[in-house]
């Protein structure tokens, strides 16, 4: 099993950063793509930035130019940082990975629990 442990939320205002990391520990084989979802009140989960392991990246076109996710495959983490934010980027992010746990089993989605990102105005 792989379990993902985010870090790095928190308040801020707006205009100013935050850096979001994430660390992938337990069973793992292999990890494909990293990523970060995010999910605000009353919306649905979306995409904010993904990179596969060869370090191409997507990010969502309302976070292009202020975000930039990278990843360490060594220490099996992935980060977010986080520029120039608005009160619209203010929701739970949440990292994800596709792994494969053994070399045995297929590859899954694992999701860590998720962590607050507050921009005031």
């Known amino acids: 099993q792989v379990q993902l442990v985010e870090s790095g939320g928190g308040l801020v205002q707006a205009g100013g950063s935050l850096r979001l990391s994430c660390v992938a520990s337990?069973?793992?084989?292999?990890?494909?793509?990293m990523g970060w979802y995010r999910q605000a009140p009353g919306k649905q989960r979306e995409l904010v930035a993904s990179i596969t392991n060869e370090g191409v990246t997507i990010y969502a076109e309302s976070v292009k130019g202020r975000f930039t996710i990278s990843r360490d495959n060594a220490k099996n983490t992935v980060s977010l940082e986080m520029n120039n934010l608005k009160p619209e980027d203010t929701a739970v992010y949440y990292c994800?990975?596709?792994?494969?746990?053994?070399?045995?089993?297929?590859?899954?989605?694992?999701w860590g629990q998720g962590t607050q990102v507050t921009v005031s105005s």
């Open positions: 337990g069973s793992i084989f292999s990890i494909n793509s």
């Open positions: 994800t990975v596709r792994a494969k746990a053994t070399i045995f089993r297929k590859e899954n989605d694992y």
